[in-house]
């Protein structure tokens, strides 16, 4: 667990598996909701954001990706572990130092790296987990959050509504927040039948304002964003988003 969710009346919740360094609109999710819980044991998926992102470096998009040991779409992804010995996990630290050096705010996001890029063995929910919260704590944003693992594991095997409506109701949840990929998977009729308001968070992206960073959306990984902007005018983003 990550911090114990504190008991809230009615709150919102969102139920997200923890990606690897999540673009601003992930962030924007968790500051929608009142209680965020990493879906920790799903199963894990080879393509997708659980271990990849993008960072801008020699003016172009540049891959990044968690090396991992036994990766299988069998296995939970709280059962895969990062491969932190690998040359290519503290490759990805110099990629990142590599893209973001001149930036405005190296010398302040160099050392979160070093905190998210310590060798330790942990599974790769663990450490997008840890990633997620220690960018928050950079921030100075709140983030209560719970693992589905530790919450409700009880419902693990439940179709896929179901468990997300069983997990709202056992944090007392009346809204359950999803991001707009949910539309062509949720029916609203399903959650509202169970007493659970159905909402999908349509994320604001903004521009970079930035002169190395002009004009481009703030569509990457959030390293993209922090890099460029101190917290404070990362907060103002965070909270600037819609409901479609």
């Known amino acids: 667990m990550i911090d114990s969710a504190e008991t809230l009346k009615n709150p919102r919740v969102a139920i997200m598996q923890p990606y690897f360094l999540p673009y601003i ?3 924007q999710l968790i500051c ?13 998926i080879k393509k997708g954001w659980l271990r990849r992102n993008r960072i801008w470096s020699n003016s172009q998009e540049l891959l990044i990706s968690l090396p991992c040991k036994g990766a299988s779409q069998n296995k939970l992804i709280n059962e895969v572990l990062v491969d932190t ?6 490759g990805i630290r110099t990629s990142i130092e590599h893209a973001y050096r001149k930036s405005p705010q190296w010398q302040h996001v160099s050392q979160l790296l070093d905190d998210i890029f310590h060798e330790r063995v942990c599974s790769i929910s663990e450490f997008n987990e840890r990633s997620i919260k220690a960018v928050m704590d950079y921030l100075g944003m709140p983030l209560n959050a719970v693992k589905s693992s530790e919450l409700a594991p009880e419902t693990r095997g439940m ?14 949840g009346t809204t359950y927040i999803n991001m707009p990929g949910g539309k062509a998977l ?3 009729k399903i959650f509202e039948s169970a007493s659970v308001a159905l909402k999908f968070l349509k994320p604001r992206i903004p521009n970079h304002t ?5 004009g481009r959306a703030m569509n990457m990984s959030i390293i993209d964003a922090i890099m460029h902007y101190p917290p404070a005018e990362i907060n103002v983003h965070l909270n600037n988003f819609e409901y479609d």
Do not use: C, M, T, W
């Open 25 to 27: 609109g992930y962030f």
């Open 32 to 44: 929608a909701s009142d209680v965020f819980v990493f879906y920790d044991d799903v199963h894990f």
């Open 85 to 90: 010995s690998h040359a290519s996990f503290q």
């Open 210 to 214: 930035a002169p190395q960073a002009k």
């Open 159 to 172: 179709p896929r509504a179901e468990r997300l409506i069983a997990i709202s109701k056992k944090l007392n």
């Open 186 to 188: 949720y029916e609203p």
